[in-house]
């Protein structure tokens, strides 16, 4: 057999089949990857680092000897790691094991080469990518500048805009939910309850795929302001969902409080507190101090009524300042019930 290189078309296309292993050291890939790539580091990042010195100050035979000595005594070990996750997969879709792998490191050079050689010669069929992770990003930027057709979920903090995307999903609808992608829910307490937030890189990664796999149909997306915690939305990306019509959930201030309360009022006071005092010069000086007050309290109901207040304001002047360029389709509903809230909003789309 003989090691096969793909173009990035072909390499994501078959990624959805066959793993995928990135060799690039344990930084590298933990800052960001593709998506469900395994890391198989060739290097730590200590011996990517001497690696790398001994190829600018000495010469690049040096550096390849230092590689050597490195990669040396793990070649059994990588080659046992794959076959474990061939395995495993193996076993989780009840299917005879395969022996088809996807490698990559940085720019499609010696790093995936030496792991490709390695598994070719003890079997494997391997497929390496043309240039690399770096290929591979400038493949994810490309995607987050084109066109895209969105429906926007619009709606005061409260609504029940996240349940509702996710039913949405479950009916069959296409669906990018940003704030899943974030690990954030987009509020001062968004946070709360939530996974550590992607890097920004991972981030991007994960949502130019879900893009590319919608290939080309309009898709429900939540209105999202230009942050989701510490994550940006891509430029173009963000000017399309601002300038994409908008379905505005209409439900009563005292309905979207009773559905934040059991959502965030059992978090410990602490990080109510802490979340509270991250908006604070937003916020404003009384109202910051009243609503943590009421934390200390345990009247958490008026602590998230103050809060609810500054939220419906700022959100009123975003969708305001887009009414005039915007199609908004104003949707009043009795209460936050994403079963009965979808069925509204399907049918008024099927209607218009």
């Known amino acids: 057999m003989a090691v096969v290189s793909l173009d990035i078309e072909a390499f994501l296309a078959r990624r959805l089949a066959v793993p995928v292993f990135d060799v690039r050291s344990p930084g590298e890939y933990h800052h960001a990857h ?45 080659v046992e790691e794959v076959e474990a996750v061939l395995a495993k997969l193996a076993e989780s879709k009840g299917a005879l094991e395969s022996k088809e792998v996807l490698v990559h490191c940085w720019r499609g050079g010696m790093r995936s080469g030496g792991v490709a050689w390695l598994l070719d010669l003890y079997g494997f069929r391997v497929y ?14 490309t995607q987050l500048a084109l066109p895209y057709t969105m429906k926007v979920l619009g709606g005061y903090t409260g609504s029940g805009k996240t349940d509702l995307l996710l039913r949405l999903s479950r009916l069959g609808e296409a669906v990018v939910d940003l704030e899943g992608l974030a690990h954030h829910r987009g509020s001062a307490f968004g946070h709360l309850g ?15 795929l879900q893009l590319y796999a919608l290939k080309g149909q309009s898709f429900w997306v939540e209105d999202e302001s230009m942050r989701i915690g510490n994550i940006l939305l891509p430029q173009r990306f963000e000017q399309q969902l601002r300038q994409s019509p908008v379905y505005f959930l209409d439900i009563d201030f005292e309905k979207r409080l009773d559905y934040l309360l059991p959502a965030y009022g059992g978090f410990d006071k602490e990080k109510l507190i802490g979340a509270v005092l991250r908006i604070q ?46 199609e908004i389709t104003n949707i009043p509903l009795p209460a936050v019930d994403e079963i009965r809230n979808a069925q509204k909003i399907l049918s008024l789309c099927l209607s218009n």
């Open 34 to 78: 593709i998506p469900g790539a395994y890391a198989l580091p060739l290097f730590t990042d200590d011996e990517r680092k001497a690696v790398g010195t001994a190829y600018k100050q000495e010469s690049r035979e040096q550096a390849i000897k230092i590689g050597l000595d490195y990669f040396g005594p793990k070649m059994r070990s990588m």
């Open 128 to 141: 390496t990518l043309k240039g690399g992770y770096k290929v591979f990003r400038q493949w994810v930027l």
């Open 194 to 208: 939530q996974a550590a937030q992607p890097s920004q890189e991972q981030f991007e990664n994960e949502l130019a």
């Open 281 to 326: 010069k937003r916020l404003g000086g009384l109202e910051t101090k009243q609503a943590v007050n009421y934390i200390v309290e345990n009247d958490i109901r008026s602590a998230f009524a103050i809060l609810l207040k500054y939220y419906d304001k700022w959100y009123a002047k975003s969708l305001h300042s887009r009414a005039a360029t915007v």
